[in-house]
């Protein structure tokens, strides 16, 4: 791996003259000092991709978010790890690529800007397609570019340059090649099919523009008088078939009564026919594998224009299909009965009710939990209606990525998921890719007065058909609509890198990208289509791995909603924690997929951690002032120490090896040996992990090696040589501090560049190698040895707390067993974190502490009242005796065990188990005043 090129540090972050000084730093951390300049620095001069370099590429597309929208803690999310794996990527080597942009979101800014023109009372319509997309223009230019400025603030190394928007001149060009393919390719076609259909915006809706919510309606038992009145009954009285709806109102659109093929209590109805209630039109009963048995009554009324699944028994049976409903939601048709016609839908399922009660028809209706689709901009009810659009034959496309799935080319993390994206594949159906608008790209079709069709020649697709001289003799129309926003997005892997410019440098270097992160919700809606178009236009996959995160909800596990106003601001945790304990608390809730639980304790956690990493960065700076205060910013720590000691003098290595270029083993304690085997086995653990996507899995790994090993037991231990100025431990401490800066730095990386910066490095964090593992730093004999210290220091705490004595207090101990040579040997550091004094051996009675095979010993004489303290140890060892006949009481009632959880049963053996080791060790102690 070569060095990486010389990068300067923020003017803020460069001292006025370099050097080695805890002053510098602040005493206290505080994110809004320093975060803003490394925030800007990142967005001004870009972490840009080198299309030409020999590095192997890695790049990932941030899943554009709306031009309209504001920074959520889902995007927050998101992006955090994205640039956490993007940094961890830049610092292995490779030419790391993380390209941002927004999507044009066709529905939500045309809904913004039509808002505004009504608060000046008009409509687009008063200002024509024309003048309204200006409008629309000038309001993405002013207000559009919201979001990637809050993405500036979490960090994200982004290339800057390469911002794209769904609607730039490029992209669109890739839109309409899309579409000339799949029309010539027979994929892309127009007809007549049932859709989502928003009465308040006027256009069809994609299922992702939809939200689903469980509503309280009613189900209704409606009578169908069969034609021949003596017809044996089915699953009513004689002469009828009764079916159980929802939608009471669309039974005049009814086309036929549907029943199981192996149902036999309607085998004697298929083939004959029954009266619509209200009406005195006629339909068939005939079977189909759709309808469910058990659910209602086991016939379902059958009305193709507003069912989806209708829709298909009706292709199946050659049925007509009819609207009742339309475009406004009102109900309309010569089929409806006068006495309802004009009525809002909902209104009119209130009067239709009322008059099927009149008339005898209703026989029942119950409350129903029935799920509605919402239209995710404009909160109303979507009617599903059937209607003339563009739609796309998938199940093609869908099959070349089921393949792909088979050849191991895209894989899903978790893998669980690989199944649900397999499943929607397999049972896909066409997409309707039209919408009514007029911000987005425009359908390149068109049409002659007789209707026919006419699209771009794919040799030539920029060319507009009325423009083409073969079609010079024609009154060509163009199609008014839009494309679905999806018909865009799903290509942006690579029209964002140049498609269909297959020759570009960006399209060879970095496509396909390497991995996309994004919501598991929505697998189905983008990452599937995204696979589609991937294969269907490029003939690769988009990319190689699906990371999936879980959605990120309240505290009570509800999604979150301006409507249920328990939505969070990541701006206000921002000011709060700082944006570092932030990323910790995203990273670290990010596990396996699963939604995450808003927990404040996460981000409070990330804040005391940053705390700890700046004092341990403080305590470093000051001992390195200290013992070396001829040190220069760019003068090697190494060369100065392995001067002081004799050793022989080495040129400095490569960026990153910065644990190789420590002093020879003579100079270091076993702290200092220790420790570096320790951290050079987390940084092969946390490498694994990162590569595996396991983000959360590396963060509290780093998280519970930095807080635990180095904070408090590493720096405690290298007090006592620091202080004897010991400089090989002085190169150790700041050795691994940097070491672990730069483990730490994708996931924090505003602390940790800042505190990189203070240790004397010119060069900015984000641009240094990431560590590696080097098996000759692993060091089981230190590791051993120094476990043996730790277990000293918990017994000698242990024994203070028995005795009744604080923590600050001295106590004189003594150290047997296997490892007492190597405590012995290592005393000062004993005796330093535990506050205690190693003697040769204790006379008299004592009390004694056994961790991991090594036991201290304390005296009671002099150190404590007998009298009392054998008050005190009886009266626990009388509590000890009742808990343990309590826990074996319970334990011992055949009505609790059969009744109580397996995990209570469990902890009454713990208890049992923990309290008798307590009471056989008191009772020993006490043996000795027998």
Same mark, same amino acid.
């Given at each position: 791996?070569?060095?990486?090129?010389?990068?300067?540090?923020?003017?803020?972050?460069?001292?006025?003259?370099?050097?080695?000084?805890?002053?510098?730093?602040?005493?206290?951390?505080?994110?809004?000092?320093?975060?803003?300049?490394?925030?800007?620095?990142?967005?001004?001069?870009?972490?840009?991709?080198?299309?030409?370099?020999?590095?192997?590429?890695?790049?990932?597309?941030?899943?554009?978010?709306?031009?309209?929208?504001?920074?959520?803690?889902?995007?927050?999310?998101?992006?955090?790890?994205?640039?956490?794996?993007?940094?961890?990527?830049?610092?292995?080597?490779?030419?790391?690529?993380?390209?941002?942009?927004?999507?044009?979101?066709?529905?939500?800014?045309?809904?913004?800007?039509?808002?505004?023109?009504?608060?000046?009372?008009?409509?687009?319509?008063?200002?024509?397609?024309?003048?309204?997309?200006?409008?629309?223009?000038?309001?993405?230019?002013?207000?559009?570019?919201?979001?990637?400025?809050?993405?500036?603030?979490?960090?994200?190394?982004?290339?800057?340059?390469?911002?794209?928007?769904?609607?730039?001149?490029?992209?669109?060009?890739?839109?309409?090649?899309?579409?000339?393919?799949?029309?010539?390719?027979?994929?892309?076609?127009?007809?007549?099919?049932?859709?989502?259909?928003?009465?308040?915006?006027?256009?069809?809706?994609?299922?992702?523009?939809?939200?689903?919510?469980?509503?309280?309606?009613?189900?209704?038992?409606?009578?169908?008088?069969?034609?021949?009145?003596?017809?044996?009954?089915?699953?009513?009285?004689?002469?009828?078939?009764?079916?159980?709806?929802?939608?009471?109102?669309?039974?005049?659109?009814?086309?036929?009564?549907?029943?199981?093929?192996?149902?036999?209590?309607?085998?004697?109805?298929?083939?004959?026919?029954?009266?619509?209630?209200?009406?005195?039109?006629?339909?068939?009963?005939?079977?189909?594998?759709?309808?469910?048995?058990?659910?209602?009554?086991?016939?379902?009324?059958?009305?193709?224009?507003?069912?989806?699944?209708?829709?298909?028994?009706?292709?199946?049976?050659?049925?007509?299909?009819?609207?009742?409903?339309?475009?406004?939601?009102?109900?309309?048709?010569?089929?409806?009965?006068?006495?309802?016609?004009?009525?809002?839908?909902?209104?009119?399922?209130?009067?239709?009710?009322?008059?099927?009660?009149?008339?005898?028809?209703?026989?029942?209706e119950k409350d129903h939990d029935t799920a509605i689709g919402l239209s995710e901009?404009?909160?109303?009810?979507?009617?599903?209606?059937?209607?003339?659009?563009?739609?796309?034959?998938?199940?093609?496309?869908?099959?070349?990525?089921?393949?792909?799935?088979?050849?191991?080319?895209?894989?899903?993390?978790?893998?669980?998921?690989?199944?649900?994206?397999?499943?929607?594949?397999?049972?896909?159906?066409?997409?309707?890719?039209?919408?009514?608008?007029?911000?987005g790209h425009q359908i390149p079709a068109w049409y002659d007065e007789a209707g026919?069709?006419?699209?771009?020649?794919?040799?030539?697709?920029?060319?507009?058909?009325?423009?083409?001289?073969?079609?010079?003799?024609?009154?060509?129309?163009?199609?008014?609509?839009?494309?679905?926003?999806?018909?865009?997005?799903?290509?942006?892997?690579?029209?964002?890198?140049?498609?269909?410019?297959?020759?570009?440098?960006?399209?060879?270097?970095?496509?396909?990208?390497?991995?996309?992160?994004?919501?598991?919700?929505?697998?189905?809606?983008?990452?599937?289509?995204?696979?589609?178009?991937?294969?269907?236009?490029?003939?690769?996959?988009?990319?190689?791995?699906?990371?999936?995160?879980?959605?990120?909800?309240?505290?009570?596990?509800?999604?979150?909603?301006?409507?249920?106003?328990?939505?969070?601001?990541?701006?206000?945790?921002?000011?709060?924690?700082?944006?570092?304990?932030?990323?910790?608390?995203?990273?670290?809730?990010?596990?396996?997929?699963?939604?995450?639980?808003h927990d404040p304790r996460r981000f409070e956690q990330g804040r005391n951690f940053?705390?700890?990493?700046?004092?341990?960065?403080?305590?470093?700076?000051?001992?390195?002032?200290? %013992?070396? +205060?001829? *040190?220069? =910013? /760019?003068?090697?720590? $190494?060369?100065?120490?392995?001067? !002081? #000691?004799?050793?022989?003098?080495?040129?400095?290595?490569?960026?990153?090896?910065?644990?190789?270029?420590?002093?020879?083993?003579?100079?270091?304690?076993?702290?200092?040996?220790?420790?570096?085997?320790?951290?050079?086995?987390?940084?092969?653990?946390?490498?694994?992990?990162?590569?595996?996507?396991?983000?959360?899995?590396?963060?509290?790994?780093?998280?519970?090696?930095?807080?635990?090993?180095?904070?408090?037991?590493?720096?405690?231990? %290298?007090? +006592?040589? *620091?202080? =004897? /100025?010991?400089?090989? $431990?002085?190169?150790?401490?700041? !050795? #691994?501090?940097?070491?672990?800066?730069?483990?730490?730095?994708?996931?924090?990386?505003?602390?940790?560049?800042?505190?990189?910066?203070?240790?004397?490095?010119?060069?900015?964090?984000?641009?240094?190698?990431?560590?590696?593992?080097?098996?000759?730093?692993?060091?089981?004999?230190?590791?051993?040895?120094?476990?043996?210290?730790?277990?000293?220091?918990?017994?000698?705490?242990?024994?203070?707390?028995?005795?009744?004595?604080?923590?600050?207090?001295?106590?004189?101990?003594?150290?047997?067993?296997?490892?007492?040579?190597?405590?012995?040997?290592?005393?000062?550091?004993?005796?330093?974190?535990?506050?205690?004094?190693?003697?040769?051996?204790?006379?008299?009675?004592?009390?004694?502490?056994?961790?991991?095979?090594?036991?201290?010993?304390?005296?009671?004489?002099?150190?404590?009242?007998?009298?009392?303290?054998?008050?005190?140890?009886?009266?626990?060892?009388?509590?000890?005796?009742?808990?343990?006949?309590?826990?074996?009481?319970?334990?011992?009632?055949?009505?609790?065990?059969?009744?109580?959880?397996?995990?209570?049963?469990?902890?009454?053996?713990?208890?049992?188990?923990?309290?008798?080791?307590?009471?056989?060790?008191?009772?020993?102690?006490?043996?000795?005043?027998?």
């Amino acid at each position: 791996m070569t060095d990486l090129p010389q990068d300067t540090l923020p003017e803020q972050a460069t001292p006025e003259q370099p050097g080695n000084d805890a002053e510098t730093l602040a005493r206290a951390f505080d994110p809004a000092a320093i975060e803003p300049g490394w925030a800007a620095r990142w967005r001004s001069e870009p972490f840009r991709a080198d299309a030409s370099s020999g590095k192997p590429p890695f790049s990932i597309v941030i899943p554009p978010p709306n031009v309209t929208g504001s920074l959520h803690l889902g995007h927050a999310l998101d992006n955090t790890l994205i640039d956490t794996l993007i940094r961890y990527k830049r610092m292995q080597g490779f030419e790391a690529l993380y390209l941002p942009g927004t999507d044009h979101a066709g529905i939500s800014t045309q809904v913004v800007v039509e808002r505004q023109l009504k608060e000046e009372g008009q409509t687009r319509f008063d200002l024509g397609r024309e003048a309204f997309l200006e409008r629309v223009w000038g309001w993405k230019a002013q207000s559009g570019g919201t979001i990637l400025n809050q993405l500036t603030r979490l960090g994200v190394s982004a290339d800057w340059t390469r911002e794209r928007f769904t609607m730039d001149e490029g992209l669109s060009k890739a839109v309409r090649a899309q579409f000339v393919r799949l029309y010539h390719e027979g994929l892309a076609y127009r007809g007549e099919r049932i859709v989502n259909w928003d009465p308040a915006s006027q256009t069809t809706l994609s299922d992702l523009e939809i939200d689903r919510e469980v509503r309280k309606g009613k189900m209704s038992t409606l009578s169908y008088k069969l034609e021949d009145p003596q017809t044996p009954a089915s699953n009513g009285e004689a002469g009828e078939i009764r079916i159980a709806t929802v939608r009471p109102e669309t039974i005049f659109a009814d086309q036929a009564i549907a029943v199981h093929p192996e149902d036999e209590r309607f085998a004697h109805l298929v083939g004959k026919k029954a009266r619509i209630p209200l009406t005195d039109r006629l339909v068939p009963i005939i079977a189909d594998e759709a309808v469910e048995r058990e659910f209602g009554v086991g016939a379902l009324k059958i009305t193709p224009a507003h069912d989806p699944t209708d829709f298909e028994v009706g292709e199946r049976h050659g049925l007509a299909r009819p609207s009742v409903i339309d475009l406004h939601g009102n109900l309309t048709s010569d089929l409806v009965p006068e006495a309802f016609r004009g009525m809002e839908r909902f209104a009119a399922r209130k009067a239709v009710v009322k008059a099927l009660t009149e008339s005898g028809d209703l026989l029942e209706e119950k409350d129903h939990d029935t799920a509605i689709g919402l239209s995710e901009r404009t909160k109303v009810p979507v009617e599903p209606i059937v209607s003339t659009q563009w739609f796309v034959h998938v199940k093609p496309m869908a099959q070349r990525v089921l393949e792909g799935l088979d050849a191991g080319e895209i894989a899903l993390t978790p893998e669980r998921y690989g199944k649900v994206n397999r499943d929607w594949l397999e049972n896909i159906r066409d997409w309707n890719i039209s919408r009514q608008l007029w911000w987005g790209h425009q359908i390149p079709a068109w049409y002659d007065e007789a209707g026919n069709v006419y699209v771009p020649d794919p040799e030539n697709p920029d060319l507009d058909c009325d423009q083409d001289p073969r079609y010079a003799h024609l009154n060509l129309r163009r199609d008014p609509d839009v494309f679905d926003t999806w018909f865009s997005s799903n290509l942006w892997p690579f029209s964002t890198l140049g498609w269909p410019d297959t020759d570009c440098e960006d399209y060879r270097k970095f496509y396909p990208t390497q991995v996309l992160v994004t919501g598991y919700d929505i697998l189905f809606f983008w990452v599937a289509r995204m696979e589609m178009a991937g294969y269907a236009m490029t003939g690769q996959a988009p990319f190689g791995t699906v990371m999936l995160h879980g959605l990120y909800l309240d505290a009570k596990g509800q999604k979150m909603s301006k409507s249920k106003g328990n939505g969070i601001d990541p701006l206000e945790l921002f000011d709060q924690y700082g944006v570092d304990a932030c990323r910790f608390a995203f990273t670290s809730l990010s596990t396996g997929g699963q939604d995450i639980r808003h927990d404040p304790r996460r981000f409070e956690q990330g804040r005391n951690f940053a705390n700890k990493l700046w004092n341990a960065a403080r305590f470093a700076l000051l001992r390195l002032s200290e %013992a070396a +205060p001829g *040190l220069t =910013a /760019g003068d090697d720590l $190494t060369r100065y120490v392995r001067s !002081a #000691v004799n050793a022989a003098d080495h040129p400095p290595l490569r960026s990153g090896e910065v644990l190789a270029q420590l002093p020879t083993r003579e100079d270091l304690t076993l702290a200092d040996r220790w420790i570096i085997s320790r951290l050079n086995a987390v940084t092969a653990e946390a490498s694994a992990q990162l590569d595996a996507f396991d983000i959360g899995a590396a963060i509290r790994t780093l998280y519970a090696f930095t807080w635990d090993e180095f904070c408090d037991w590493y720096i405690e231990a %290298a007090k +006592p040589a *620091l202080a =004897a /100025g010991q400089l090989g $431990t002085l190169a150790t401490l700041k !050795a #691994v501090l940097e070491h672990i800066l730069k483990l730490l730095h994708p996931f924090m990386p505003f602390i940790t560049s800042e505190l990189y910066a203070s240790l004397g490095h010119r060069r900015q964090l984000a641009l240094h190698a990431w560590p590696q593992f080097v098996p000759a730093l692993h060091d089981p004999e230190a590791t051993r040895a120094f476990d043996a210290l730790r277990a000293a220091v918990s017994a000698a705490r242990s024994l203070k707390n028995e005795l009744g004595l604080s923590p600050q207090d001295r106590l004189n101990v003594a150290v047997e067993g296997e490892l007492s040579g190597t405590v012995t040997e290592n005393a000062r550091v004993v005796e330093s974190i535990a506050r205690v004094t190693l003697v040769p051996a204790l006379a008299g009675r004592t009390l004694s502490a056994v961790e991991q095979g090594v036991t201290i010993r304390a005296p009671l004489e002099g150190t404590v009242d007998i009298a009392d303290w054998l008050g005190k140890q009886k009266k626990r060892l009388a509590e000890l005796d009742k808990q343990i006949k309590q826990a074996q009481g319970k334990l011992g009632n055949a009505g609790f065990v059969a009744r109580a959880p397996a995990e209570v049963i469990e902890e009454e053996r713990r208890r049992v188990q923990d309290f008798g080791a307590q009471k056989e060790r008191l009772e020993a102690v006490l043996a000795q005043f027998a």
